[in-house]
Structure formats: structure tokens, C-alpha cells
């Protein structure tokens, strides 16, 4: 008991006087509104007490930093001892222009790197693949072979600064390019850093960037986190991400709850298809959230998702290893609540966002540049965006103490709601038979598209403000810089394409794709043949043809 | 006759997984009592006019949110018109820069609807500008 019967006691009788008192005044001026809610439609009371965290045992749901259930951080020194990366996702036309802009957000403070691909990579196709029509270079950088990859990590050391990669169906190959890299600089793999994303149960759910069915997806993925445990032990094989099912349009809950889920399916596939213990690969899972708009949601979903997992790898799994009950996590701010008018509007929305990230305990994070809704961010965009974490960390003093909202009835309470309605979710899941039963349903597809529809009406008749699309709305448009990926890019990376295609050893690629397909049809670990494919110069959509090949192919069921 | 049902096909050329638009503008339209038929991610022009033309569509509504829209939206009208059937109004949506929207129009969308635009306003558009084919 958090609070002492007496005090309980005289609060409940406060309260009943002061509720006496609000109700005559609400009954003659009202309030702004009948109900008051979250960004996700979670109700909100007028007040806290002491009454609402009654139940609330200290030591079993807050506790320290460090110690279990890891409410209030994994690190005892939180960030006093460092503070979270700075890392910025960025990506743009060729391997040399990312290279560039990787560079020189090294020189402005930035901490991580992190890697977005344009289309056609992040789906498996070279560029000068029918698929790829207009899309290379547009949303990210295009990576055919291991020659752009050299480019891309040019005079990067890759013993020192980590590299994350959002890249799902084609992880493999990106990783084994990477891991290739590293080999060429003369790094061993034991001492390179960084994190894939893949993590297909959310493509299927959110983001919808698929290429095989569901259970090779898993198998692949299977195979990175035991290559990983034997030899890239600093590597993150998985981030287990409920940014994209956020942007999709689910309310925080759906975001914590299917985002965790996913997690545990990965955890039962790996035990299962690959005979390892939880501590043997757990420490090295890592998750990613997004930070919207709605300030104490956020962070009291990112306490919540430290405590769910922390009892749900110790008591689900029996992990043992501390590190094995550790969320880590990456956070983003909100895409989707950005907005293409008065873009500089976004400046700020991003700031607070990032606040409550801080506030939640993040590892690491990314702040949007006030033009993404647009396009790829523009140099002052995003040194804008950057220096905005910078400022949260090094002027204000909220990195000053650990987890400094611990305590608050509301940020407790919230916190406590959130974890139940996440188990909710969770428990209904494994009624259903687990994450990949429910998506074959289309559950979590479905829960998110009604929540999404929702939102969407909320907005159309003015009950939930979005400033400068619903209210305080401009006739002029305000606009911001874009920056444009001109045609050309298609056209120097098409002809960088073919020359290595001319150049290369055709007999050998032809041997390494063997061994890949090999592999596959044994169903042995794809990550060694796979780097050796790409050494050889095979191109991701020639290894990925492989894949779909002896695997199949998804299509989108198209709910909606 | 003029109470014949609108068949909209809602689509997303190119491989940007962004539906979130597109799902939402599939389900107002429903709701506004319109027949509809949404193909899902990652469809090629091709793919988008052989479902226009095998569902018999009214209107096609583009959905693309990557940078590619120049490209995929003009090969949608084309496609249409070598199939003999450019009376199908097309109409586009998503991250569209303004300095795009005459390209576009020039070669046969008909309308664009950028980030913000109250569902239905879509919806009285297509209600004004889009009549059932068999009635031309």
C-alpha cells in the first residue's frame, strides 16, 4: 500500500467535499468539454489523488532504476551516466549523398546513425527492377550491391559509431552487407554495433512493407537473432517496433500492447525453431516507439512497456538474465501528427514530443524535421530537429534526475491503466492463438483501421484540434523548402548498376545464389551464404529472388 | 436511373506501404453509400487498370505518399486510354508538392487532394464530377 488507511481516508473525505464544490460549478459555467480524452481516446478525470495509486505497491510497480520491474529505467544512473542517442533516420538518393549527410550530422552532434532506404531496397527490388519506376532515391538511399554499401559507410568507423537500419523483408542482406563492410575496414564482427529493424509482424500489421509470407518472414528473421547471439553479440537483430502501427493510426494502447506481442512471438519462435534459452538472445532485442502528441500518454506508455516486458521475460520465459528483462528502446516522434500546413508549426510539436520521450526513459531518439511532411528533410531542417534534442538535453535539466514524474497519481495511475488494457489485448491475442493466428485473422489490421477511422472523424467534426488543419487555419498556404530527388538519381544509379552487373564474376554469383537457395531449402541459417552472396556482388533483388523463389510470395489483403 | 451507385476503385501505386489515407478514404466512401474496391499495397499501373476495367469502375482514386507520383499517376491515364477506357475519372491524393499539381493535371488527373482535405470534400467532388460510365 503506497499511502497509509488514514491518509486514504481523509482524501476520500477531501475529495467528497471538493467534488461537492466543482459540481455546482460545473452545473452553472460547465467546462470546456463533457469528456476529456486523450490523442487515443483514453478518458481522463479531472483530477488525481492519492486514491486513484491506492492499490499501487511501491516496490513491486515503481521501485529504482535498475531493478525489477524496470518502471523507472534499465540504467541505475538513468541519464545522468549518458544520456540517450541522438539519431537522426536519414536517407536520401545515392549511397554518396547519404554518405554526406551522414557525415555531417557526425560533425553537428549526433551520436548514432540511422539508415532509412528508399522504396525499392526496402522491398527487396533493385532499381532497375518494373517495380522500382520512380520511386529510387525518393524516400531514402538505394542500395543494389555491397559497392554502394562501401560508399554508404564510407570513412565511417564502424567499431565506434552504431548504425541502425530500418529495413525488414530484405534485413538479411542489408545485414550481411553491413557485416561485409566491417570485414573490409578491418573490424571483426565481434565489435560492430548497430540494429536491423526487421520486424515483420508489424509489416503485416502497419506498414505493410512484405515480401514473403508470414512464416518464412519469421524463419528469416529466426536465423538473424541466432547468427547475432553466435557472433555480432553487440548487434540488435530485432526492433521490435510499434512506431509504424501508431503512424497507421492505433491508439497508444494497440501501440503498446501489439507491439509487445509481436516481441513474445519472437521470443516463442526463437525457443522453438532454434532450441536457444531466453538469455541467450533476449538481451539483444530491442523496441521502438513512437512519441505523439498527447504528453502523458507517451510517457506512461514507455513506463508501462519496460514493466510488461520485464514480467513477461521473467515470468513468461524464465529468462533469468537481468538484461533479458530490459526493454531497450528507440523512439520517434509522431509522423503522423505533423502537419503540411504551417509546417513550422512542427518545430514545436516535435520538441514536446521528444520531451515526453525523455521523460519515459528512452535510449534513443529521433526528432522529425518540420518539412517531412513534404519530403526528405533539408540540411537546416534537420539540424533544427537535432538541436532540438540537444537542447532538451543539455539546457533544460530534465535529464538532471531519473525518471522525474515517478509518483504523480496521475502519471502512476495512467501508467497502471495502460498495462492493464495492454494485457487485455495481450491475453485476447493468445486466445486467439498468438500474433501470427490473430494477423491471419486480421485483428490487429482491423483494431487499428477502426481506431484510425475514428480519429479521422473526430478531427472532420472539429472535436479533436489539429492547429492549422481544423482550427486557427490560414488562407494562405506557409510554405517551408522541399527538397527534391531529381530524376537523375534513377539514372546514375541504374548505370552504376549495370557496370558492376558487366564487371562481376557472373559464374560466381551464380555459385553463391546456389548456396543461398540451398540453405533456404535445408532450412539452415541464411546469414553466412548470404554474406558471401553479396561479396560476390549478387544484388539485393537477385538474393531476394531467392527468397521469393523457394518461399513465396504476400500480397496485401486490402482491409479496410 | 440517376440513383445508380458510383464503383470507386481506391488504389496505392508503387511500393510505399502509407495506406492509412487510403483505408480511411475506402471506408468514407462506403459509408457515403458507394460501391467500393480497394486493391491493397504495392499495385503496379498495370495492376490497377485491369481491376478498373474487370470491377467496372466509375472514378479511380490514387494514393501515393513516396515521391513516385509523377511517374505511376500519368501511367495510370495512359493505360486507361490504350484500353479505350479514359472515361473513367482518376483522381490522386497524397504527399503532392504544388509545383506538381499542373504536371499532373496536364496529363489527365483530374483532381488532387493534398494532406488536409475534409473527407467530405472528396466525397461532394466525386458526387458532382463522377457519373456511372453507362450512362454516357
Known amino acids: 500500500m503506497y499511502f497509509a488507511k488514514e491518509v486514504l481516508e481523509k482524501c476520500s473525505d477531501l475529495r467528497t467535499q471538493w467534488e461537492d464544490e466543482v459540481r455546482r460549478l460545473v452545473n452553472k459555467k460547465g467546462e470546456r468539454k463533457e469528456v476529456f480524452t486523450t490523442v487515443s481516446n483514453h478518458e481522463i478525470k479531472r483530477l488525481y489523488t492519492p486514491e486513484d495509486i491506492a492499490d499501487l505497491d511501491f516496490e513491486r510497480d515503481i521501485g529504482f532504476p535498475a531493478q525489477f520491474?524496470?518502471?523507472?529505467?534499465?540504467?541505475?544512473?538513468?541519464?545522468?551516466?549518458?544520456?540517450?542517442?541522438?539519431?537522426?533516420?536519414?536517407?536520401?538518393g545515392t549511397a554518396k549523398d547519404t554518405n554526406e549527410r551522414w557525415h555531417m550530422l557526425l560533425r553537428e552532434g549526433q551520436t548514432g546513425l540511422s539508415t532509412a532506404f528508399d522504396f525499392p531496397t526496402l522491398m527487396g527490388y533493385d532499381t532497375d527492377s518494373p517495380k522500382a519506376l520512380g520511386e529510387c532515391g525518393k524516400c531514402g538511399v538505394a542500395i543494389d550491391t555491397l559497392e554502394d554499401f562501401q560508399v554508404l559507410v564510407d570513412k565511417i568507423p564502424l567499431d565506434e559509431v552504431t548504425t541502425s537500419m530500418t529495413i525488414n523483408p530484405p534485413a538479411t542482406v542489408m545485414w550481411a552487407m553491413y557485416c561485409a563492410c566491417a570485414e573490409q575496414q578491418g573490424v571483426p564482427l565481434d565489435k560492430i554495433g548497430g540494429t536491423i529493424q526487421n520486424d515483420m509482424l508489424k509489416e503485416f500489421i502497419a506498414q505493410k512493407t512484405f515480401m514473403l509470407p508470414p512464416e518464412p518472414s519469421i524463419k528469416l528473421i529466426s536465423d538473424t537473432v541466432e547468427f547475432g547471439a553466435k557472433y555480432v553479440p553487440r548487434w540488435n537483430t530485432i526492433s521490435i517496433s510499434g512506431y509504424h502501427i501508431r503512424e497507421a493510426g492505433s491508439t497508444a494502447i494497440q501501440e503498446l500492447a501489439f507491439t509487445l506481442r509481436d516481441g513474445m512471438a519472437y521470443v516463442e519462435d526463437v525457443m522453438e525453431r532454434k532450441?536457444?534459452?531466453?538469455?541467450?538472445?533476449?538481451?539483444?532485442?530491442?523496441?521502438?516507439?513512437?512519441?505523439?502528441?498527447?504528453?502523458?500518454?507517451?510517457?506512461?506508455?514507455?513506463?508501462?512497456?519496460?514493466?510488461?516486458?520485464?514480467?513477461?521475460?521473467?515470468?513468461?520465459?524464465k529468462a533469468k538474465n537481468e538484461r533479458s528483462w530490459w526493454m531497450r528502446f528507440h523512439t520517434q516522434t509522431a509522423g503522423c501528427s505533423?502537419?503540411?500546413?504551417?509546417?513550422?508549426?512542427?518545430?514545436?510539436?516535435?520538441?514536446?514530443?521528444?520531451?515526453?520521450?525523455?521523460?519515459?526513459?528512452?535510449?534513443?531518439?529521433?526528432?522529425?524535421?518540420?518539412?517531412?511532411?513534404?519530403?526528405?528533410?533539408?540540411?537546416?531542417?534537420?539540424?533544427?530537429?537535432?538541436?532540438?534534442?540537444?537542447?532538451?538535453?543539455?539546457?533544460?535539466?530534465?535529464?538532471?534526475?531519473?525518471?522525474?514524474?515517478?509518483?504523480?497519481?496521475?502519471?502512476?495511475?495512467?501508467?497502471?491503466?495502460?498495462?492493464?488494457?495492454?494485457?487485455?489485448?495481450?491475453?485476447?491475442?493468445?486466445?486467439?492463438g498468438g500474433m501470427l493466428a490473430a494477423i491471419e485473422q486480421?485483428?490487429?489490421?482491423?483494431?487499428?483501421?477502426?481506431?484510425?477511422?475514428?480519429?479521422?472523424?473526430?478531427?472532420?467534426?472539429?472535436?479533436?484540434?489539429?492547429?492549422?488543419?481544423?482550427?486557427?487555419?490560414t488562407e494562405e498556404m506557409e510554405e517551408c523548402p522541399v527538397l527534391d530527388i531529381d530524376e537523375e538519381v534513377e539514372q546514375d544509379q541504374l548505370r552504376r548498376l549495370n557496370e558492376i552487373k558487366r564487371k562481376r564474376d557472373s559464374k560466381a554469383v551464380k555459385r553463391a545464389l546456389d548456396n543461398v537457395r540451398a540453405a533456404c531449402k535445408k532450412g539452415d541459417n541464411v546469414?553466412?551464404?548470404?554474406?558471401?552472396?553479396?561479396?560476390?556482388?549478387?544484388?539485393?533483388?537477385?538474393i531476394c529472388d531467392v527468397y521469393r523463389e523457394v518461399y513465396g510470395q504476400y500480397q496485401d489483403p486490402g482491409l479496410f | 436511373m440517376a440513383d445508380k451507385t458510383l464503383r470507386i476503385l481506391v488504389a496505392k501505386p508503387g511500393l510505399d506501404g502509407h495506406d492509412r489515407g487510403a483505408r480511411i478514404l475506402a471506408r468514407a466512401f462506403r459509408d457515403a453509400g458507394f460501391e467500393v474496391v480497394y486493391t491493397g499495397c504495392h499495385q503496379t499501373p498495370e495492376q490497377i487498370v485491369n481491376a478498373a476495367l474487370q470491377e467496372d469502375v466509375d472514378c479511380v482514386g490514387l494514393s501515393c505518399l513516396s515521391g513516385a507520383h509523377k511517374v505511376l499517376f500519368p501511367r495510370v491515364v495512359e493505360l486507361l486510354k490504350e484500353q479505350g477506357a479514359d472515361d473513367i475519372v482518376v483522381v490522386g491524393g497524397g504527399i503532392i508538392p504544388k509545383q506538381d499539381m499542373s504536371y499532373l493535371r496536364e496529363r489527365g488527373i483530374q483532381e488532387i487532394f493534398t494532406p488536409g482535405t475534409p473527407l467530405e470534400e472528396i466525397i461532394s467532388w466525386v458526387r458532382t464530377h463522377v457519373t456511372p460510365r453507362d450512362e454516357l
Open chain 1, 275 to 317: 532450441g536457444l534459452h531466453p538469455d541467450e538472445f533476449a538481451p539483444r532485442l530491442s523496441f521502438f516507439f513512437n512519441s505523439h502528441i498527447d504528453f502523458f500518454e507517451e510517457l506512461c506508455k514507455m513506463r508501462a512497456a519496460r514493466r510488461i516486458w520485464a514480467k513477461v521475460m521473467r515470468e513468461r520465459y
Open chain 1, 442 to 473: 486480421g485483428y490487429p489490421q482491423m483494431e487499428i483501421a477502426d481506431a484510425a477511422y475514428k480519429f479521422q472523424q473526430q478531427l472532420e467534426s472539429g472535436e479533436r484540434v489539429m492547429v492549422g488543419v481544423n482550427k486557427y487555419v
Open chain 1, 338 to 432: 505533423l502537419t503540411a500546413q504551417q509546417p513550422y508549426n512542427n518545430v514545436v510539436r516535435t520538441a514536446l514530443e521528444a520531451l515526453s520521450a525523455v521523460m519515459g526513459g528512452t535510449q534513443s531518439l529521433h526528432t522529425n524535421s518540420l518539412d517531412e511532411v513534404w519530403c526528405l528533410p533539408t540540411d537546416h531542417a534537420v539540424q533544427i530537429a537535432l538541436r532540438t534534442q540537444q537542447i532538451i538535453a543539455e539546457e533544460t535539466g530534465v535529464a538532471n534526475t531519473i525518471d522525474p514524474l515517478a509518483g504523480s497519481y496521475f502519471v502512476e495511475k495512467l501508467t497502471n491503466e495502460m498495462e492493464e488494457q495492454a494485457w487485455e489485448y495481450i491475453e485476447k491475442i493468445d486466445s486467439m
Open chain 1, 69 to 92: 520491474p524496470f518502471t523507472r529505467g534499465n540504467q541505475a544512473t538513468g541519464y545522468r551516466g549518458r544520456l540517450w542517442t541522438y539519431r537522426m533516420f536519414s536517407g536520401m
Open chain 1, 527 to 542: 546469414m553466412p551464404p548470404c554474406i558471401e552472396a553479396v561479396k560476390a556482388l549478387a544484388t539485393e533483388q537477385e
